[in-house]
């Protein structure tokens, strides 16, 4: 098919090679995503501890685990942000794990639910330093038509990190769970989930070191004297105005299947546990390296096939995967967690999770896309506040309240697992395909004027 956009793509393709300190980059930021979602996520495998010495109930760790995370995580993306968009994004993000690292460990000397909740606000502030800054780099280290396999191979953070936490938090929390825990110098004696936060927030010094040997890239508006960097909050809000669309829908499907992904990557052990009587170790290494392999190839496979759709003249393919996934999610999705037996809740689990990790590389890129460079960041930090608010917030504990107050029974969680996509996958499937239209013509438009 004859289209500018897929000339343009191809004549820039041959003009720009990536430099192997882009690779290196990429390599950094992947560590630093997958610790991320460990230092966030390990939770999910300390339900059962947590809640027993804490005497607390779902929705109340809940609130520990989604709301108190993502509250100043949320509030505080557009603004460092607005900062990656004009400061050195490499700093912003080292000070951030710098900080996250030590709220993680700190999680691990909390004696109350207060100061638990306190660190995992620490955690979320320091963690929202990281992904918009990581986009904005990586949008300026990789030329557009590559763009789409940076960041599926960045989005391997959530699915790697997410199936590591279940791994290595089951296995550390056994490990001191046969010692009952450890005594530490001027804290006394520590339990075993308390280690657990410990250790696995330690290794983000070892990423701050290595981040230092990544450079700042140039800018690629930089590179063009008459252009200019600098974006008001004025000219942004303008252009996502002009083109509401498309952003409603790009975000708005983003938000929901990010909403499903916390919500089952949250409370699928716990419900393995409950459901079927398996033990938390065995759970927690399942559920991990089913995570990490069929996430992990969902990410890939389906941020792979973004290009070649896009060079055979579908321009609209980032935004049309939106419409896609969740049309196919829904059957996987409910029937999952309704299985009679603990072998096809797995079985199912393999096409949801291969599915809920192929939707990310594709919403970015669709931003990225049909955002100016010099806003790219604050975009970013936008689609990420409202996926972290429905997704973060709002997905793990919309999960717990079904649970405890329309089900009112903790072995009921099977069927407040199975309600989330039952709902969730047709909108976000409507919010996509109304954005189809207007960003085909953004996209045409954009080709036109190089």
Known sequence: MNNPAAKHANSTADAEQVLPSAYYA???LLAAYILSFIDRNVMAVLIGPIRQDLQISDFQYSLLHGFAFSMFYIALGIPIARLADQSNRKWIITIGIFFW?????????????????VARIGVGVGEAALSPPAFSMLSDYFPPEKQARAFAIYSLGVTIG??????????????FAATNGAILPLFGHVNPWQMTFICVGAPGLLIVMLLSFVKEPTRRLDRDPVKTNDSSIKECWAHLKQHRRIYIGVMGANALLTMMTYGTLAWFIEFMIRSYGV?????????????IVAGSLGAIVIGWLVQPMVKRGMI???????????????????????????????????PTLFLLNGFYG?????????TPNRMKAQVSALSLFFANL??????????????????????????????????LCPAAALLAYQALKPYRELITKNADAH
Request: hydrophobic share 55%; with cysteine.
């Open 362 to 370: 594709p919403g970015i890129t669709a931003l990225q896309m049909v």
């Open 101 to 117: 690292s030590i709220m993680c460990c700190l999680c691990g000397l909390a004696r109350n639910v207060v100061m638990l909740f």
């Open 316 to 350: 609209d393919a980032p935004a049309r995967m939106l419409l896609i996934i969740p049309c196919v999610l829904a059957v996987p999705a409910i029937a999952g967690p309704l299985s009679a037996t603990p072998e096809m809740a797995i079985l199912l689990a393999c």
């Open 279 to 291: 033990p938390r170790e065995a759970a927690g290494t399942q559920f991990g390296l089913l995570y």
């Open 390 to 423: 429905f997704g973060l917030a709002l997905g793990p504990t919309i999960v717990a309240s079904l649970t405890d107050f329309v089900f009112a029974d903790d072995a009921a969680l099977r069927y407040s697992l199975a309600a989330m996509p039952a709902v």
């Open 26 to 28: 990429l390599g950094v």
């Open 162 to 175: 997410g199936g590591l936490s279940s791994i290595i938090g089951g296995f550390v929390y056994k490990y």
